[in-house]
């Protein structure tokens, strides 16, 4: 079973960037697509941005476009979140997340996902 760690989180003023890391232990961490999730209190679980096994294809969601940049480095087995001209609604506790099969597509679909890491808070004040 992988395990995910996030790190990264903080708390920052509305312009400012942060990033997020997730430390992913296993032996096939390059097999999987990887996606970054984010829950605002009161608020569902929400997709942010997720990448393919080699890196090669990303997805976002719209309300992150152009704001967040999704990476991951398979020698290390991490991945990493680059959140930049951060706003108050970004604030929420950001997941890690590795898709539940191999050798597929990244996806937006949190229920296509099965292991998730413990979250990070980021706060963004105005």
Do not use: H
Not at 18 to 25: E, F, P, T
Not at 60 to 89: C, H
Request: with cysteine; aromatic share 10%.
């Amino acid at each position: 079973q992988v395990q995910l760690v996030e790190s990264g989180g903080g708390l920052v003023q509305a312009g400012d960037s942060l990033r997020l890391s997730c430390a992913a232990s296993g032996q096939t961490f390059s097999n999987y697509a990887m996606g970054w999730f984010r829950q605002a209190p009161g608020k569902e679980r929400e997709f942010v941005a997720a990448i393919s096994r080699l890196g090669i294809t990303t997805k976002y969601a719209d309300f992150v476009k152009g704001r967040f940049t999704i990476s991951r480095d398979n020698g290390k087995k991490s991945v990493l979140l680059q959140m930049n001209s951060l706003i108050p609604e970004d604030t929420a506790v950001y997941y890690c997340a590795r898709a539940r099969n191999p050798f597929t597509p990244p996806t937006t679909t949190r229920g296509l996902y099965d292991s998730w890491g413990q979250g990070t808070q980021v706060t963004v004040s105005s």
